[in-house]
């Protein structure tokens, strides 16, 4: 079955520093990966998604992520964080059916 | 505008009662969703609908029932045999009813509170 690992629950970072938040997946086949951001109390949006093609996939709000087959991992990443980053982040696997199988989910703070 | 819209915002149950969760969308989506979401647990899967008239069971349906009558609305309902129903529940949907390449839209959830 599908799952998603984020193994880090809490983040702090200083606005400024670089950002790299952690994604693990298990998937028998070729993997659909998403990045989703949720702000307190709202829904998800989404920040980028990967399907095929380049392992580098650019996103919104300054963020990408780097597709490792051989590690089964898909982790975010943002060079300079700001204090609007401060949220949580969730990881995802599209399974059968356009469902998706989450993480747990990064809670990220940022420090000024 | 475009999107999903979930109602209400806040809602309080009582114990032994049924409550409905309202989720509409206007982006022609085919497929829609229902997430529960508990602190440190991400979000899970309750319900989804491939097509009107037609819903699955997800990984936590019981509790839990489901009707898609119309396209646009897909209605959770959370039953007294719901045992645990405090949670942030999502209603999502997407365009694609086959291979899991398309993205999932959410609505700003609905915070249900038991008293």
């Known amino acids: 079955a599908q799952s998603v690992t984020q193994p880090d629950i809490h983040i702090t970072v200083s606005e400024g520093a670089s950002l790299e938040l952690r994604c693990n997946y298990s998937?028998?086949?070729?993997?659909?990966l998403f990045w989703y951001v949720q702000s307190p109390g709202q829904g998800l949006q989404l920040l980028l998604k990967y399907f095929s093609g380049d392992t580098l996939v650019q996103g919104i709000k300054g963020f990408e992520a780097e597709f490792k087959r051989s590690q089964s991992s898909f982790n975010l990443r943002k060079p300079s964080v700001h204090w609007s980053d401060a949220a949580e982040y969730f990881c995802?696997?599209?399974?059968?059916?356009?469902?998706?199988?989450f993480g747990a989910g990064t809670i990220l703070r940022v420090k000024s | 505008d475009g999107g999903i819209t979930q109602s209400p915002k806040y809602l309080f149950r009582k114990e032994g009662q049924n409550v409905t969760l309202s989720c509409e969308q206007n982006?022609?989506?085919?497929?829609m969703y229902w997430y529960r979401q508990d602190p440190g647990q991400g979000l899970r899967l309750i319900y989804y609908?491939?097509?009107?008239?037609?819903?699955q069971k997800g990984d936590i349906a019981e509790g839990y029932s489901v009707s898609r009558e119309k396209k646009e609305s897909f209605p959770l309902t959370v039953t007294s045999a719901q045992k645990n129903p405090t949670a942030f529940y999502l209603c999502a949907s997407s365009s694609g009813t086959g291979t899991p390449n398309t993205e999932a839209f959410f609505g700003q959830g609905t915070r249900l509170t038991v008293v």
């Open positions: 998937y028998g086949a070729t993997p659909y």
């Open positions: 609908s491939q097509i009107v008239n037609d819903f």
């Open positions: 982006l022609n989506h085919d497929a």
């Open positions: 995802a696997v599209g399974a059968f059916r356009n469902k998706l199988v």
